[in-house]
Structures are given as C-alpha cells and as structure tokens.
T-cell receptor
Framework: LAKTTQPISMDSYEGQEVNITCSHNNIATNDYITWYQQFPSQGPRFIIQGYKTKVTNEVASLFIPADRKSSTLSLPRVSLSDTAVYYC????????????FGTGTSLTVIP | AAGVIQSPRHLIKEKRETATLKCYPIPRHDTVYWYQQGPGQDPQFLISFYEKMQSDKGSIPDRFSAQQFSDYHSELNMSSLELGDSALYFC??????????????FGEGSRLTVL
C-alpha cells in the first residue's frame, strides 16, 4: 500500500545537516507530504508537512520540487537525540485517506 | 494538552484467544486510524474511521474487526490470535478536514504479546 521510497539507513555526525530524500512518483493532486519521527516503542511524531516548494518550521525544512515526485527533509545541526526512524507519508488531505507508512529511514547520529 | 489514549498499554494472550484494544481520540477529533507495527518493522495501516463510518481499509486480517462509537472512541477486536499478531498497535486521531493541518496525533501504542 505504501506509496513512498526512502533510503533504509543513514549515518551523520553531530552538528551536521542531514537531508533525507523520499521518492513518491505516483503522488496525486490532492496528496500532501508529511514527515514523522519515531523512537523505539513510541508512537510516530509529526515533524513537518508540505504540498509544494519549501516549508520550514522550528525543527526542520521540507523541500518539494515542482513535479512533486520527491521531497527532502532537512534537519539542521543534528544531535544524538535525533537518532530515530524517519518516515515520509503521502496522503489525501481532502479525504484523510491513504496515510500509509513505507520503509522509513533509520538515522544514526554519531558523536 | 490532551493526547490520544490507548488501553491497555500491554496485553498478553494465548494463541486462539481474543483481544480488544481501545483508543480514545483527542477531544473534537472525529477520525481515528489504526496501525500495526511488528518487531523491527514499519507501521502497517489497518483501518480508519470518520464519523463512525469506515473510511479506508488497509492490511487488516479478516480475524480483526473495528468500529468507532458515538463518542468517537474506537475499538479493535482481534480473534483467533496468532503468534504473528504480536506487535505494537497504534491509534492516531485527527480533526475534521476543514480544520485539519495534516498532522496525525498518535497514541503511545498497545503492545500485544501472543504466546
């Protein structure tokens, strides 16, 4: 059911910027792109959402090209506490349907 | 702020038994989603409800059923439990589409262990 593809894992040193790319080639007109963070044995936590171009909040930025077939989550200056699994979801904002998780990206931040 | 409440947090059952998980959404949220996450796996969408009606259906086994009640809480009923049903079950809620900013609010999950 998943409509997204992400790298399985990434490593980064503390203090670096991390960019995680998600591919969603079959994104539909009503679909929005949402990113979640999940720690072991905890519920996923919302990070950021966007439809097109660039969105920024206090913890991350989301870059979406004009064709919307991919998106990139950017985490500035990661810390050890950012070690988690990151998921990109593409779902219909009008019906609220099809918010399916794909294979997330396991980010490990190294001291 | 009120969050999504799931109960029980932990549940141990034997094979072929039944189990019921409950989800209490954030107040004024009318939509509930259920996900199953096996050990080391990604969350799999099971089913969702909007205004007490099923709105989307995913990989929910026929042995499972769910419903949403008039107070918007939801229950996931699992029968003839199998070892493979051992997982974390997450519930998420959101408000109606007109006020929704796109965030799904997840509970802390119910851990089911089938022996």
């Amino acid at each position: 059911l998943a409509k997204t593809t992400q790298p399985i894992s990434m490593d980064s040193y503390e203090g670096q910027e991390v960019n995680i790319t998600c591919s969603h080639n079959n994104i539909a007109t009503n679909d929005y792109i949402t990113w979640y963070q999940q720690f072991p044995s905890q519920g996923p936590r919302f990070i950021i959402q966007g439809y097109k171009t660039k969105v920024t909040n206090e913890v991350a930025s989301l870059f979406i090209p004009a064709d919307r077939k991919s998106s990139t989550l950017s985490l500035p200056r990661v810390s050890l506490s950012d070690t988690a699994v990151y998921y990109c979801l593409v779902g219909d904002m009008y019906t609220g349907n099809q918010f399916y998780f794909g294979t997330g990206t396991s980010l490990t931040v190294i001291p | 702020a009120a969050g999504v409440i799931q109960s029980p947090r932990h549940l141990i059952k034997e094979k072929r038994e039944t189990a019921t998980l409950k989800c209490y959404p954030i107040p004024r949220h009318d939509t509930v989603y259920w996900y199953q996450q096996g050990p080391g796996q990604d969350p799999q969408f099971l089913i969702s409800f909007y205004e007490k009606m099923q709105s989307d259906k995913g990989s929910i086994p026929d042995r499972f059923s769910a419903q949403q009640f008039s107070d918007y809480h939801s229950e996931l009923n699992m029968s003839s439990l199998e070892l493979g049903d051992s997982a974390l079950y997450f519930c998420a809620s959101r408000p109606g589409t007109s006020t929704w900013t796109g965030e799904l609010f997840f509970g802390e999950g119910s851990r089911l262990t089938v022996l």
